[in-house]
């Protein structure tokens, strides 16, 4: 283990590191294999980029691993040559000891691309859940890791007390970390029927933390849905990722962390899915590229990342292209009311039967309108505003769907699903189609 002394000297000489900026933009990376020679990492930090995220926050469960050390070196000598800053978010559900992680921090935390954040310029270590630490705990580790020189940004949701912010901040808790980290806040939390996310939690967190000097991390992500190793769970998608985008616009939190660039298991992905980092039969069944692509989301989270930065609202969002209208629309291949050989997720009666469309119109256009089609019939027509538009059209049926965007008798712009709607289905598969507008 390195000194203190030394610790302190090789975190004194990476003072030139870029600090988070005010409102940070980062995405949640699964960190699997990457075959060396291949351009994957360079891929995924350029596209990443091109976005508008500032950071990837590494998902390490299991840091010393041959192929996870691998892939963290190629990230980190490539972002090295550019702007794109990463952090390292621990799994205390994979690796609970936190010792095991030390060592990686301590090779990396000077890196020019290390994000570093706060007044003191410390780098940024966040984590998925706290495992079964207490604070004590984390302050011991933070102090023999890194001198005590770490932003700890920690996933809180499982924190004994997290469930009341404002006493949790004033406790033990409040003296140890830097900030809190949300995860659970990105969708509703499920049952037997229809449930709009809500912001109220983070609101509630948000203000707790700026009371005690701390920040906050919201999360954004479009649904999860699992059906592999022994889970099979639904968290409400449907219209939660722009209705989620309308409310962190409003709520304005220090940072945001989109769930997830890659993470198949969970379906929330918008990036590549790399053959190398797949090792899981059922899940390369309902999460990859091929079949269940979610790049049409991508020019969405663009314009949200955008307008967060700027301290726009929802009517601010804009095109990041020289288009007049970018969005994408999205659905479930079999009806909700059909059957399905397997066992179908729990909270699937929340699910709704549409057609879930969002786009984004540039500033001064107000003569479109999006016309959306089900089965070969209009199931809905909506006049579109400057900014953010999304509505979940009821109604869909077997067949092909497709969204319009219309300027009197011309359709403008088309997206168009590559699956049928059926009545039933092989696989009780709750991930999206998503296709955008072309």
């Known amino acids: 283990m390195l000194s203190l002394r030394s610790v302190s000297a090789l975190l004194a000489s990476a003072l030139y590191v870029s600090s ?33 995220f500032d950071a990837f926050a590494l998902n390490i469960g299991a840091p010393n691993a041959g192929w996870a050390t691998g892939a963290i070196k190629q990230l980190f000598d490539y972002a090295d040559q550019t702007d794109f800053k990463l952090f390292f978010s621990v799994d205390f559900y994979q690796e609970s000891n936190m010792d095991a992680y030390s060592k990686l921090l301590q090779d990396y935390v000077g890196r020019p691309s290390y994000l570093r954040a706060g007044d003191d310029n410390y780098p940024v270590v966040s984590s998925f859940s706290i495992g079964d630490h207490d604070a004590a705990s984390f302050r011991k580790w933070k102090w023999e890791s890194l001198g005590d020189q770490m932003y700890l940004l920690p996933n809180a949701d499982n924190a004994p007390g997290y469930n009341n912010p404002g006493s949790w901040f004033q406790g033990d808790w409040g003296n140890t970390v830097d900030g809190v980290f949300g995860w659970e806040t990105a969708w509703p939390w499920g049952g037997n029927q229809p449930e709009n996310v809500s912001s109220g939690f983070d609101t509630e967190v948000l203000n707790a933390a700026h009371r005690r000097g701390k920040t906050y991390m919201a999360p954004l992500s479009p649904l999860q849905f699992k059906a592999c190793c022994g889970s099979q769970n639904y968290r409400i998608g449907e219209v939660n990722l722009p209705q989620r985008m309308a409310q962190l616009l409003t709520l304005s939190p220090d940072f945001v962390e989109f769930i997830t660039w890659n993470d198949a298991g969970e379906s929330h992905y918008i990036g590549n899915i790399w053959s190398e980092s797949q090792v899981d039969e059922d899940i390369k069944k309902y999460g990859n590229n091929e079949d269940w692509p979610h790049f049409g989301w991508q020019p969405l989270i663009a314009s949200f990342g955008n307008a967060y930065k700027h301290g726009h609202g929802p009517d601010g969002m804009r095109p990041q292209s020289d288009d007049e209208v970018i969005g994408a629309m999205w659905y479930r291949t079999f009806l909700s009311s059909g059957s399905c050989n397997g066992k179908k997720p729990s909270n699937w009666k929340s699910a709704v039967d549409a057609v879930n469309w969002a786009l984004v119109v540039d500033q001064g256009v107000t003569d ?35 969204i319009e965007v219309v300027r009197g008798n011309k359709v403008v712009k088309v997206a168009k699903g590559a699956k049928k709607v059926t009545d039933g289905s092989e696989h009780c598969f709750y991930n999206f189609q998503v296709a955008g507008l072309e």
């Open 20 to 52: 988070a900026n005010a409102r940070g933009f980062y995405a949640h990376y699964m960190v699997g294999g990457i075959i060396e020679g291949t351009d994957h990492a360079a891929r995924d930090i350029d596209d990443a980029s091109a976005l508008g």
């Open 368 to 402: 479109l309108k999006v016309r959306v089609s089900s089965g070969g019939k209009v199931i809905s027509e909506t006049k579109l505003s400057p900014g953010l538009n999304y509505a979940a059209a009821p109604g869909i049926r077997q067949g092909t769907q497709k």
